[in-house]
């Protein structure tokens, strides 16, 4: 599954760049929990959690179905 969750951030990752942000993948738990780290502007962003909601966790649960939730850490 880490490998389907890379794919996943990779495509939503262009979009964070070119607002000066990026994500990095920390962990997948076996029970589905994807650990994330945002860096660059979105680590500092009021809308970081938003984004890391309505952006990133929506993508790979629709690409990675077994994904249950995105945090960060």
Known sequence: MREKVEEALNEVRSALQADG???SLVD???DGIVKVQLQGRCAGCPMSQMTLQMVIQQHLQAKVPEVKAVEAV
């Open 21 to 23: 942000g990026d994500v």
């Open 28 to 30: 997948v738990t076996d």
